[in-house]
């Protein structure tokens, strides 16, 4: 039964990796400027959005917003 498992999930890698392989080498035109300009907001955006939610998770555990209610 593991023998089985690992053969599968040794041949979705190797799908993953066919799939990733062959995107990665079709021919055409480069990315144009407008295209690296929009990969580098969407990337800084997304670092942004990251950080925030992070200082929302420690600034939140630092006040007690976590912990579980008190009933009297």
């Known amino acids: 039964m593991r023998a089985l498992l690992i053969m599968v999930l040794l ?3 190797a799908a993953a ?3 990733a392989y062959s995107a990665m080498a079709v021919e055409g035109e480069p990315i144009p400027t407008e295209g690296y300009v929009a990969l580098a907001l ?5 670092v942004i959005v990251g950080v925030g939610l992070m200082v929302l998770l420690f600034f ?6 976590d912990e579980p209610p008190h009933f009297r």
């Open 60 to 65: 939140s555990s630092r006040r007690g917003y």
């Open 42 to 46: 969407g990337a800084g955006f997304s």
């Open 17 to 19: 990796g066919y799939f």
């Open 11 to 13: 041949g979705m890698l």
